[in-house]
């Protein structure tokens, strides 16, 4: 509730301050909204040690299985890395850019997926 | 009239044969027991030409049902806990996605792990049912044999061979069709649920629902038709048992003088012990049949239970490829437990139909 709490009012004030800042100079607004969401991210990372005790977890009980947890993963991550980037990218006005960095995202969830495509493939292959 | 006289002095005794020592040979009871595991052995028991302790083997098999039941449970949780963590997992991944696109090849990446996790539980399921199918066939063709034989030597003459003519060929054609047809669409339709979980579009659908109609058609009208066909051919020839065992007796009493009547009342003592050990085989048919479908239907209910509870847990989270594969999977499994099933059943009818051949 805290980090929520903090997390928000750092992002309030960071967008107030960087509306201010966006008229006379564009670079240290977007500078500004960039090292607030790093730092905000960063600050939430604590809070990953518990999903990753729970990956882990998971990981285990799938026994012979738990490679199958690795693309999931990488989609997970690729989603958040890519929508924060595209976000970015709008915030300074560059539509083009962030669409660039969707499609990435979307390329690379698409070659993590692909191998797991073909094992579901085989999979339902083998049952006729 | 020498000869007469000194008869009585060479006189020795005669012993009547009793009946039901020999039956156990004569009607190969052993071979109704050669088909069987040693634990399916120990749970039908003992099976004699005089006795059969019935109640004791169904206690025997109601105290196997709870010990597999609880040992099916105790392994399935773990599976069931790591299904149900992949679930959540998924649902974050989901939840966590805000492109469409990602969000969807996220969802393949834990359908896959889902049915990898999936996979090896169901040719377990699948290599155990069919299994439990040949094995079903074959005991059918060793323990119907001696309970119908035993049936006829107790005045079903015309009605056993006519039924068991009927009920062999019923079964025979039910296996085959369930070894050839049945479990071919329920792969059929598990291969159109794994590729309908990844692709998901309106014809895969309904080929998966195409393919489990034509199962539960299949199914159900071949039971139907067995049920009909045996007790059609029952009806027909179970009328004429009691007038031929009659008329024996009559012919037997009134064409030879004195001795006609001990004759008949012997021939009645060989009937009645004929009648026993049908009795006797039939219920060790029909425990039998419960002892080698225990395992493979404890396995299968628990498993679909939990397969079925697991789908409607991820119902609940968004990620609607997932619930769609683990309900397909349940259905899958619920039809092979009624395919189990309804194979079972049968048997069952058959060795009814047998022990009931005859009403005198």
Not at chain 1, 5 to 32: D, G
Not at chain 1, 88 to 94: G, T, V
Not at chain 2, 107 to 135: F, H, K, N, P
Not at chain 2, 267 to 289: H, K, Q
């Amino acid at each position: 509730m805290e980090l929520v709490l903090q997390c928000t009012a750092a992002a309030i004030f960071s967008a107030l301050t960087s509306l201010l800042l966006k008229r006379h100079h564009p670079e240290l607004s977007f500078s500004l909204s960039t090292l607030t969401l790093a730092l905000i991210l960063l600050s939430s990372l604590r809070l990953l040690t518990g999903a990753a005790d729970f990956v882990r977890s998971v990981r285990t009980s799938l026994g012979a299985n738990a490679e199958q947890l690795q693309p999931v993963l990488k989609c997970l991550g690729i989603a958040v890395v890519s929508r924060f980037g595209a976000g970015l990218c709008r915030d300074a006005s560059q539509s083009a850019l962030g669409a660039a960095v969707e499609t990435a995202g979307l390329l690379c969830a698409a070659a993590v997926a692909m191998p797991s495509v073909l094992t579901m493939v085989n999979m339902a292959a083998s049952f006729l | 009239m020498l000869v007469l006289l000194l008869a009585p002095f060479f006189t020795c005794r005669a012993y009547a044969l009793e009946p039901k020592d020999e039956s156990a040979d004569v009607f190969h009871l052993e071979s109704m027991c050669d088909g069987l595991s040693g634990e399916e052995r120990e749970i039908s028991g003992e099976l004699s030409a005089e006795s059969y302790d019935a109640e004791g083997a169904m206690r025997r098999l109601g105290e196997e049902l709870k010990k597999r039941v609880r040992e099916e449970v105790h392994g399935t949780l773990r599976f069931a806990s790591s299904l149900t963590a992949l679930c959540f997992l998924g649902g974050f991944a989901c939840a966590l996605c805000e492109d469409e696109t990602i969000r969807a090849f996220s969802e393949i990446c834990v359908c896959c792990a889902a049915a990898a996790l999936l996979t090896g539980s169901m040719d377990s399921l699948i290599r155990q049912t069919m299994e439990a199918l040949y094995r079903l066939s074959d005991y059918s063709k060793a323990a119907l044999p001696v309970v119908f034989t035993a049936a006829a030597a107790s005045g079903a003459a015309a009605s056993a061979a006519a039924r068991y003519a009927a009920v062999s060929f019923a079964l025979d054609v039910l296996m085959s069709l369930a070894q050839r047809f049945i479990l071919p669409l329920v792969n059929a339709y598990l291969a159109l649920t794994l590729t309908g979980a990844l692709f998901p579009n309106s014809m895969l659908k309904a080929a998966a629902r195409f393919a489990r109609w034509v199962a539960g058609i299949l199914l159900t009208g071949t039971s139907l038709v067995f049920t009909a066909y045996i007790g059609v051919s029952g009806a027909i020839s179970s009328a004429v048992n009691a007038a031929a065992v009659k008329a024996t007796k009559t012919l037997i009493s009134t064409a030879l003088p004195v001795v006609g009547g001990m004759i008949s009342d012997a021939s009645a003592m060989v009937l009645s012990a004929a009648g026993v050990v049908r009795s006797c085989a039939g219920a060790f048919g029909l425990i039998s049949v419960c002892a080698i479908c225990l395992g493979p239907f404890v396995l299968l209910s628990v498993k679909t239970l939990l397969f079925k509870a697991v789908s409607v847990l991820a119902e609940a989270v968004p990620c609607g490829r997932l619930s769609g594969l683990l309900s397909g999977v349940s259905e899958a499994s619920a039809m092979l437990m009624g395919l189990l099933g309804s194979c079972a059943v049968m048997l069952f009818l058959s060795f009814s139909v047998a022990m009931k051949a005859v009403t005198v």
